[in-house]
């Protein structure tokens, strides 16, 4: 939906401008131009920053932003909010995204636009608090319970941090879905240069909405269009079992199938619209080594290919821009002609396992943990030994 | 002659009735107070949001209300009402749970909902027991009492919810039985009506699941039981704590004025948009 | 009616309005469950079992007495079917 006076107003003083910005506090920025209407959300190293420009910022705009007594009661409260037809975030880290699964699952289940950004930190459990990873990438595609699809964004620098915002409530609002915005914590907490985008040249989806007495849950559309709360129409949400009509119905196998197939279907169908790469090819030569990566390990990874190149190796580079539906087509293109692909990941080798599924080549996970991001040396060291 | 139609029968997704509920559950008997309320209130359902949790109670609203409804995770409808009431103040939001879902898992938001006195009104059906997934001890299940999972007997106390609710800092707070209709009724527009967080503890009968296993067969067994062990909270001045324990406090508990949650987060947004204004005009 | 010994006809109830007299009581007979929580409670003691018995087969209430309505609408209330409907005031 367009941002509305009040928004406009508090964004026309910032638009365009040039500012030095932690991770997170682009993230919230770019929540605002987004148009972000509500936050809920609890306090965790290292998101809070999130919260607390949130908090300052969002009031200006005619948002409301809250801190909830825990990470259930937030992610709660969004899918409530945005039933009113609210644009609603929350944000946290590992342990308060474990929290969050089961209501992640209701939002999906309900069909249900929210953004949940997780600032990825090292883990599991308590962890490393302070110290970045990206250990949750196959926690935001299979977190929560049964069969379902998810949308994940993977920002790789601070400008990112912003203009993926905007990406994730699009997405969010086009396919009627939960999208997570997993940052890491390298980029949430270092500062760098920002511009916040003109107003003139962003453009905000709307979510379809459907008529008075249409169903809001099933149709002849992957995706049914919405109505909010307070129009009159008795609109019943549920995370049981629903006919098109949102009425449960557990007894009938045939309801289940249509319904929860409809719901993968609608991002499964939809990956050409949906999944972001960014790809960088040898110039000169056919390259039989390739490096893949995404997040904050994508800038060291990228750093390293740069070098290698500079020694002769010819070797291409693809950044995952969205991890989730997984890029399979433009991962298998990619490594069509490799002998092997290395995947660095501040995890060890989640991503890794979903690219051995596409590709024929050797795959080498190049794994770091212990919440220090890889260095371009210790990437430049693994292609050497393969290339 | 035609056969008449409960006048209330409009309230209520009749083509679904009767309802699921077991013969005898004070389920029904708690909808029926809730939709006597509402007409009695002139409230229009379509001003109004029900969100319910996971367990029988959770019915009440969702399907068998006609009106926006949330049928949410378990132990959650507080907090999901929360962001519903947020965003559309205008809104009548109401929360119907059962014991286990508001009090038990869901403890932690209630405790916050009432402490922020959000304007919202939260009807616990208290059955002392899960009855949904076959009669489990709940933390409202009276001690020694035999259930699926205190085989041998429960050595927890029953949690007071209610009293709980009063001490977090909520405006409204009464505690029913199934039995007392009338005043139940009556507190239920009073909650509604009242700006900030009211609370209803309704004591209520599982036969089913519960009251078979403990000699209280049928909905009247429980009734009569209600209506017996219930004590108005008048009338406990100067009572002790001993001769109160196995009675069932009804009344109203707390009822005052106090700033409230929602009005205050929009005040605030009020401000700062104005400043704002200000910023960009001047 | 019932047959005779060994088995029970099912009927369908269709109403406990009071013979003969004011309308002031009528019971819906298809919505009934038999919880007797009326039968208990009215405190003129109205309402008696019967050999009713329903679609679902459950006992639906007479109005037995009905001179000795008062209209508290207790059972109206109580009733967790909404199956009792008042119609005079």
Redesign the interface.
Known sequence: MALDANQTRYLSRLEGKTYFLLGDEACAYGAMFAGCDFFAGYPITPASEIAEMIAEELPKSGGICVQMEDELASIAAIIGAAWTGARTMTATSGPGFSLMQENIGYAIMTETPCVIVNVQRSGPSTGQATKPAQGDVLQARWGTHGDHNIIALAPNSVQECLDLMLDCFDLADNYRTPVIMLMDGAIGHIRERVTMPQLATITHASRKMAAPGEDVFGGSDLVPGMIHYGAGQNIHVTGSTHLANGMRDVATPKVHDVLIKRIYAKIDKNRERIVRTELDVAQNSVARVGVLSYGATARPAYGAVKRARGEGKPIDFLRLITIWPFARQQVAEFAENFDTLLVPEMNLGQISREIERFVDCRVVSVPKIGGIPHTVGEILHAIREVA | MA???????EY?RSEI???R?????????V???FV?AVEGLGLEPTRMVCVSGIGCSSWIPSPYFKSDTLHTTHGRPIAFATGVKIMRPDLTVVVIAGDGDVAGIGGNHLIHAARRNIDLSVFMVNNMIYGMTGGQAAPTTPRGVKTTTTPYRNVEPAFRAADLVVAAGASYVARWT??H??PL?ESMQNAMRKKGFGFIEIISQCPENYGRRIGLR???DF??QFKEQSIRIEKTAGMSEEELRDRIVIGRLCDRDQPEYVSQLHQIKQEQVAAVAQEVAG | MTSGCGSIEVQVS??GESEGGSGLI?I?G??C?????C???CPLKVFENSEKLNRKG?YVPIVAKEDECVGCR?CE??????AI?I?NE
């Not at chain 2, 056969?3 to 029968?9: G, I, V």
């Not at chain 3, 469950?33 to 929580?37: A, L, P, R």
Request: charged content about 15%; aromatic content about 12%; hydrophobic content about 35%.
């Open positions: 056969e008449p139609r409960h006048r209330l029968m209520l009735m009767p309802h509920f077991c013969e005898g559950c004070g389920c029904g008997t909808l029926n107070a006597n199934t039995y209709v009338f009724m049928t909905g009247p009734l009569r | 269709s109403s009528y819906d298809d919505l469950k038999g919880c007797e929580i039968i208990s409670f459950y207790l209330l109580l009733c967790p079917e909404f409907i119609t």
